[in-house]
């Protein structure tokens, strides 16, 4: 039996294929997400749909894939602080500025308002007003979903803790402001919630395994 192997390389920072591969797989990260949440149960059937990110990192080294990741959240940590730097004088400026792009995210235009759910762009928030707390919270939410198997579970944590925090730290006005977005973030996972107490929600460990394909090709349990 004749078997093939899979090149693999591990690029440096120094190198332009680095960036030439981060774009390309980069440019997919965005693509397909965009296309397979058009399509009815286009999620679950095809977790994780950004498995760029993981294909860059296993094909041209940790750079590249650490490249394609940072795109997720690095939209709204330059909002913040560009913000910042424009508006020195307007405290609330990278607050206001990361809400305004988490929801863009969420609720985007040129899909009709039809996004995603929110959760890396409010990591990317998080990360760009207290970069302290953010690094403590996303070692936490490791833990959690690590622990649980449910990512869900990580993206509550955070979209609860960051508005709590704000409040108790005295960014009173953050904490209002963050809470709005907080609330359509659950309510955008309302669903997986939902699956996680009737035991149907699939785990990070078995999307891995693709055992959400074979549930899904096989159709509803019969009676």
Known sequence: MQTTSVKLYSLEYSEAKTYLAAAIFLAGNIVLPQLFHTIRLGGPTWLPIYFFTLVGAYKYG??????????????????????????????LAGALSGAACVAGHMFPFYMRFHGGKGFAAYLGMTLALNWRFALLLL????????????????????????PLYSAWSGSGTTAL???????????????????????????????????HRKSTQSGPPRP
């Open 177 to 211: 402001l963050l809470l709005p977005l907080s609330a359509i973030i659950i309510y955008k996972h309302r669903d997986n919630l939902v699956r996680i107490c009737r035991g149907t929600e699939i785990g990070l460990r078995s999307a891995h395994r693709g055992d």
């Open 139 to 162: 070692l936490a939410v490791s833990l959690i979903t690590l622990v649980t198997d449910y990512v869900v579970l990580g993206t509550m944590t955070t979209v609860i803790s960051v």
């Open 62 to 91: 940790w750079r590249a894939g650490l490249l394609v990741g940072a795109h997720d959240i690095a939209k709204a940590v330059l909002a913040v602080l560009l913000c910042r730097l424009l508006f020195p004088a307007v405290p």
